[in-house]
């Protein structure tokens, strides 16, 4: 069931920034945004959102962009996909903000695709999936790791038939994320002449998973892909553990959306040994840049006063990384022009604290690096146990590795 | 052979978490005919509670469901009496009315719940989640099996009281001739809001069966209204016995779909066996 928030009429407009004696004459530069602060994506939103006002105070404090402050302007969106092309309208042609950062995920940045190409506008997408693959705007820059659009189930893919996989089943949501990723995993399966032994769709509301696991496992497939959503990751976990799953499936996971967020993971604990999933984001060596420890220190010391995700793991350094391109795409270009700055954006490969990043033509990463981990030696009950390394090991992509898949998924959940 | 017979013993022990869920509903939908599409939001509210006390405290789930359940009366009655003072009293148009009004509690529960612990999933610990009975190949998850049998232990024990207390036979007489029971000099507005009471304690029991067997979240409540009411429809109005029944039925057939025809046709199950029976016994499987 869709999520809607009945925080009614609230629409609660948050206009952040600081003034300062240094820059009063000149108007600050303004960045508009909505933001999912209630609603089904609120927990992603608001640590999004953190992640940005991190850059921002950063920014102002070196003395903002062209000598003017940065100010935020940001709208409730809700979670909701009908609500974004009320706000991103005023806030162009009302607000007259300067520049506009896309919500957190796909659904509701999804409706304001036709209104920035119609304008021109540049957008910084914050996380969307293949949004752009068919609006085909030249100003549209993700921050995301995604890249290529099978990439994805090609790296799991990749990691599963390394480990002998032979066939593969496939259990995902009836929601369009997951069904995004379903349709590239079937694509990628089909190439590979790797035969789909178990097919599942499950619509939202499902209470149990005992019967669809049973029904997976009597497919005695290798390999196990799954494209769940929040609600759902929990139950499918939970009856794998009780139900099994069969000595014969080397790698399980791939898109579980849910299992990124800290509230998530600590409930899991220990259900979570041995699963393959993506993520963005985490605490090993090979992910930390130049500021990336410094952010991370500042964003748990605000995350506790903000009652957002403790970890932040997932979008809150992607979000600093989004103010990142833009300062350096507006103090190289010195100006606000927005054909100016996507041009930069898309010749240039840009530093920030979560690696450097380079666009293709769709305005997507030219190279994905979207990770495959493996969780190992999770406790149960235990959020403090994700800040240190080895508790998921990074197995995709090569250059950011940090270990090797264990398979078959039992022993690997031992 | 062997996935259709595990199909159908996950599908009565789920059956009959779904006659837990739905059994305080057949009180006061079925007997007492107040629209209450909240009770859904009081489960997912009791679930909380749970949630809390076994966080808090380390309660196990079910002590706290029980510890719950005074005070979950305490609120039946209190919602029964804002309801028939501001609605029920007032006339023939109040079930149409009624329902916005529950409706609306509904929508309150669930903004209050999403303040209090905001938007995440939560879960309760206990010695028995997580775990499995093993006969051979097959499995049972012992959630489950507590879940089965707290459930079946619910509503056998509200049927009884229903049927053999002196209470009990109060409210079945509300429900069958209010203009009777007041010639008699019993209070009909009484009985009906201590039995509106009595459903709305039973979901103290019902919200920690709801998050032993899966964690919750605030909305959680709008997966169950289309359920719930089916399985009490199809039960019959106010048949607690039928309500078992029906509810078993759903379980089985729903994890029969799921098991061996896919899960995207597990949702129209529900529907398309209350239109059936509907179709064919208009009262219901056990209806007056």
Request: with cysteine; aromatic share 10%.
């Amino acid at each position: 069931m869709k999520r809607r928030t009945f925080l009614g009429g609230a629409m609660a407009v948050a206009v952040l920034g600081q003034g300062s004696s240094a820059s009063a004459q000149q108007p600050p530069i303004k960045i508009g945004m909505s933001m999912p602060q209630t609603g089904g994506l609120a927990g992603g939103g608001k640590a999004s959102l953190l992640g940005i006002e991190i850059w921002r105070d950063d920014i102002n404090a070196k003395g903002g962009l062209l000598g003017r402050k940065v100010e935020l302007v940001v709208y409730d969106d809700k979670s909701s996909a009908s609500e974004t092309p009320a706000i991103y309208a005023k806030l162009v042609d009302v607000d007259k903000v300067d520049l506009l950062f896309a919500p957190y995920a796909t659904v509701p940045t999804a409706p304001i695709m036709p209104f920035v190409k119609q304008r021109g506008l540049l957008l910084m997408g914050n996380f969307s999936f293949q949004v752009n693959s068919k609006v085909g705007h030249d100003m549209w820059f993700n921050n995301a790791p995604w890249g290529p659009a099978d990439s994805w189930a090609a790296s799991f893919l990749d990691l599963a038939q390394k480990a002998g996989g032979k066939n593969m089943a496939l259990l995902t949501a009836d929601q369009e994320f997951a069904q995004n990723l379903a349709l590239t995993a079937r694509d990628v399966a089909k190439k590979r002449n790797l035969p789909v032994v178990f097919d599942q769709v499950y619509p939202p509301n499902t209470v149990e998973f005992s019967s669809i696991i049973r029904a997976l496992k009597a497919a005695k497939p290798d390999i196990v892909y799954v494209a769940s959503y929040p609600p759902d990751s929990a139950g499918i976990l939970r009856a794998v553990n009780e139900i099994g799953i069969g000595d014969d499936v080397k790698i399980f996971g791939g898109g579980m959306v849910g299992l990124q967020f800290a509230a998530v993971m600590s409930n899991l604990g220990s259900l979570l040994n041995g699963v393959v999933n993506y993520n963005t984001w985490l605490p090993e060596k090979s992910m930390y840049f130049d500021g990336t420890k410094e952010f991370f220190d500042k964003y748990t010391k605000r995350a506790v006063e903000a009652k957002v995700d403790p970890l932040g793991y997932y979008l809150a350094p992607f979000g600093y990384a989004m103010g990142q391109m833009i300062e350096a795409a507006v103090n190289s270009t010195k100006s606000l022009d927005q054909k100016g700055i996507a041009k930069y954006l898309r010749e240039n490969e840009h530093k920030t604290i979560v690696g450097p990043i380079a666009f293709s033509a769709d305005g997507e990463r030219k190279e994905t690096a979207t990770l495959q981990a493996q969780f190992r030696g999770v406790k149960d009950k235990d959020i403090e146990q994700f800040r240190s390394s080895g508790k998921q090991v990074i197995l995709f992509p090569e250059k950011l590795k940090t270990g090797d898949l264990i398979s078959p998924f039992e022993a690997a959940r031992k | 052979m062997d996935l259709l017979l595990g199909a159908v013993v996950l599908g009565v022990l789920l059956g009959c978490f779904y006659a837990a869920v739905s059994v305080g509903l057949s009180v006061s939908f079925g007997l007492l005919d107040v629209p209450h599409v909240a009770h859904p939001a009081f489960l997912v509210l009791a679930s909380y509670g749970v949630y809390q006390l076994n966080e808090s405290y380390d309660i196990d789930p079910l002590l706290a469901g029980l510890a719950i359940t005074p005070l979950f009366f305490l609120f039946g009655l209190l919602a029964y009496r804002v309801y028939y003072e501001t609605f029920e009293r007032r006339g023939s148009d109040a079930a149409v009315r009624g329902i916005a009004f529950f409706f609306g509690i509904a929508f309150i529960i669930e903004v209050l719940i999403i303040l209090q612990f905001g938007v995440d999933q939560r879960s309760v610990s206990a010695t028995y989640i997580g775990k499995s009975w093993r006969f051979g190949e097959f499995r049972i998850p012992i959630r489950q099996l507590v879940a089965f049998a707290v459930a079946l232990a619910l509503t056998l024990l509200l049927a009884v009281y229903l049927s053999k207390t002196f209470m009990g036979r109060a409210i079945r007489a509300v429900a069958q001739d209010e203009e009777a029971l007041r010639l008699m000099g019993a209070n009909p507005v009484r009985i009906k809001q201590f039995a509106f009471g009595i459903a709305t304690a039973v979901l103290g029991i019902a919200g920690a069966l709801l998050i032993i067997v899966a964690p919750v979240e605030p909305t959680l409540d709008r997966a169950y209204i289309g359920r719930t009411f089916c399985v009490v429809v199809m039960a019959g109005l106010g048949s607690i016995s039928g309500t078992l029944i029906a509810a078993i039925i759903l379980g089985v057939a729903e994890s029969i779909v799921l098991t061996l025809f896919g899960a995207s046709w597990a949702p129209a199950i529900s529907f398309a066996m209350l239109l059936g029976v509907l179709a064919v016994r208009p009262q219901g499987l056990l209806g007056r």
